[in-house]
């Protein structure tokens, strides 16, 4: 049973970079086939798909986030990391990391931008 933890900082100021790291355990991200997402829900409103990483370390990003999105993967560690950089109050949201096409989602961590 594959599981996921989201962990990271639960405050950012306004202008900086958010990291957040995805634990993964009971399977290897590097499982062929295995593609991991970050998808995150800003209060009071729908799931947004923000980009996602294949077993390969081929990454996929939405266009509207692309130029602020860097998700990347610590094989060692077997987690997946986000980085989401000149932060606003926009992006305040529960962010949650998902094994593509599968249930397999972490709990999400709050992030609010605040200064």
């Known amino acids: 049973q594959v599981q996921l933890q989201e962990s990271g900082p639960g405050l950012v100021k306004p202008s900086q970079t958010l990291s957040l790291a995805c634990t993964v355990s009971g399977g290897s991200i590097t499982t062929n086939d295995y593609y991991w997402s970050w998808i995150r829900q800003p209060p009071g409103k729908g799931l947004e798909w923000m980009g996602a990483i294949a077993y390969s370390g081929s990454t996929y990003y939405n266009p509207s986030l692309k130029s602020r999105t860097s998700i990347s993967r610590d094989t060692s560690k077997n987690h997946v990391t986000l980085q989401l950089s000149s932060v606003t109050p926009e992006d305040t949201a529960v962010y949650y990391c998902?094994?593509?096409?599968?249930?397999?989602w972490g709990q999400g961590t709050q992030v609010t931008v605040s200064s």
């Open positions: 998902a094994r593509v096409n599968t249930p397999n």
